[in-house]
């Protein structure tokens, strides 16, 4: 008989520990999930509005100083204008160039033909394929940045007014990587993870290339996804495979970039798996003592019907 009490009982806390370890499992991973989905998308959200606010104040920088270069094209192409015969002073023109801060000043005819130039390789010079409508329109003004190796320059093209033709102007100087560091956005959050082994990247939407990421070593490489396959009409949060290790990821469109942050499944499941730890300790611990307990009471018991026979005979 107490041997099927000992059975019946061993069975129920066997059973008691399994239901009490798999309930903490499932609802310690879905807190522990639901967490870091918050921690993603508010991370991956505050990456998004400063690239925003920084595009903005991008955008209001270069304009900016682009039409105060654009202006200085403008005077320039009005003193031409009014006296055709600068080209034919270098002195003057030189002097004209140190004025308006300008690099190299280049003057085209209505056959995009070089007329003359500041620079010292006149042979190369060439009209930049943006300012050709220029030619047509009499109020046109432009300008970009160009990368030419080390050198970064604003490069600003508009009409000339005394006939058809462009007039093209270079300009280097600390404007440019006032700019530049506008732009820059490689070094956000280089160090900085999510939690403590997640991460957080920009990735160019053209090249797929990691413009920005927690880890420095990773800045300029591709990623491994595609964007139509792997973003195009997908849910916000998906699970993938990164470095060989399965996370989880949220991303965001922000401008031409994309913004995704990403947890290893590994790191979300630590805290479950270490509570899962202790309980199934704690389960242990309470069914020894439990059965010790029953067997304590039981052997009480046998002592009292022992005590209770001798007394009756």
């Known amino acids: 008989m107490r041997k099927k009490?000992?059975?019946?009982?061993?069975?129920?806390?066997?059973?008691?520990?399994?239901?009490?370890?798999i309930f903490t499992w499932y609802v310690v991973g879905i807190i522990e999930k639901e967490n870091t989905k918050e921690i993603l998308e508010s991370r991956v959200s505050d990456v998004s509005d400063t690239l925003y606010k920084k595009q903005i104040r991008y955008q209001s920088v270069f304009s900016d100083i682009c039409d105060e270069y654009k202006s200085r094209a403008r005077a320039f192409a009005m003193m031409l204008s009014k006296n055709t015969d600068i080209m034919s002073d270098d002195i003057q023109l030189e002097e004209i160039r140190t004025s308006i801060g300008a690099d190299v000043i280049s003057v085209f005819d209505e056959n995009l033909e070089l007329e003359y130039t500041t620079g010292s390789f006149s042979e190369e010079q060439k009209v930049y394929r943006e300012f050709e409508t220029a030619i047509d329109n009499k109020l046109y003004s432009s300008a970009f940045i160009e990368s030419d190796g080390e050198v970064q320059k604003v490069i600003v093209g508009c009409s000339r007014i005394d006939k058809p033709g462009v007039i093209q102007i270079e300009y280097v100087s600390e404007n440019v990587d006032t700019i530049l560091m506008l732009m820059d956005v490689s070094k956000m959050f280089v160090g900085v993870p999510i939690m403590k082994t997640g991460s957080?990247?920009?990735?160019?939407?053209k090249s797929m290339n990691y413009i920005a990421h927690t880890d420095e070593q990773m800045i300029g490489k591709p990623s491994h996804f595609d964007l139509k396959e792997d973003f195009f009409g997908a849910e916000p949060f998906f699970d993938c495979e990164i470095q060989g290790e399965d996370v989880m990821l949220h991303f965001d469109f922000c401008n031409n970039e994309l913004v995704i942050g990403?947890?290893?499944?590994?790191?979300?499941y630590s805290i479950r798996n270490d509570i899962i730890k202790w309980v199934l300790a704690a389960a242990i611990i309470v069914s020894v003592v439990v059965t010790l307990t029953v067997r304590s009471k039981f052997l009480h018991i046998s002592k009292k019907e022992k005590h209770s026979k001798k007394s009756a005979d």
């Open 262 to 268: 990403y947890v290893p499944y590994s790191e979300i």
């Open 5 to 21: 009490i000992y059975r019946s009982l061993a069975v129920a806390t066997v059973i008691s520990c399994v239901v009490m370890v």
């Open 200 to 205: 957080v990247a920009i990735i160019d939407n």
